[in-house]
């Protein structure tokens, strides 16, 4: 009897240590197989964006930037190539600032700019407004804006002047008009 246990509990182990084997064998081909489908996949997906890249066109670019607030845009105020920002008016008793920059990060790039104009500066105002806690910011992505958003956002930044390239997100600053005291 306790050579046949032997041999059963020999066997039993010696056909765990197979299907081991080949199921790390079947786990390598099925990781190789996944990055195949993975690479398949990523071609796709550039090789559509390239197409629509092509069709794509954005031919007002004031009322591409607006839809995405429902603001009316009159005009572009001023562009401020540094902080790669540009400045519109709007129908509604505000100014909407348009940049890819965070609003921290934009902050930090237009202070040192507007120090520098000294005594103009009080002729003009900064570009998020004399008080910067009233201003409202809104993220536009390709998560809430479309698929082709960056791709619409890089050609209205050409359009504008501004070499945004092609953004992965762009800050909407609704800045309040100072009003004339």
């Known amino acids: 009897m ?5 041999a059963t509990l020999a066997a039993v182990l010696m056909l765990g240590a197979i299907l081991t084997l ?52 009159t005009g572009v ?6 902080a790669l920002a540009v400045s519109f008016l709007t129908d509604n008793a505000t100014r909407l600032v348009v940049s890819p920059f965070s609003p921290d990060r934009l902050k930090r790039l237009l202070k040192p700019l507007e120090a520098r104009n000294g005594k103009v500066a009080n002729l003009v105002d900064p570009l998020l407004g ?12 390709i998560l809430n804006a479309g698929e082709w958003f960056d791709i619409e956002a890089g050609q209205v930044g050409k359009a504008l002047g501004v070499n945004w390239g092609e953004p992965k997100r762009l800050y909407f600053y609704r800045v309040p008009l100072a009003e004339k005291k």
Request: glycine share 4%; charged share 30%; aromatic share 6%.
């Open 2 to 6: 306790d050579l046949w246990a032997a």
């Open 22 to 73: 080949y199921n790390s064998r079947q786990a390598s081909a099925l990781r190789e197989m996944e990055q195949v489908l993975s690479d398949w996949y990523l071609m796709q997906v550039a090789e559509k964006r390239e197409k629509q890249r092509q069709a794509v066109r954005v031919e007002n670019p004031l009322a591409w930037l607006g839809q995405h607030l429902d603001l009316t845009l």
């Open 130 to 141: 004399r008080n910067p806690g009233k201003v409202q910011v809104e993220e536009r992505s």
């Open 77 to 82: 105020e001023r562009v401020q190539g540094e």
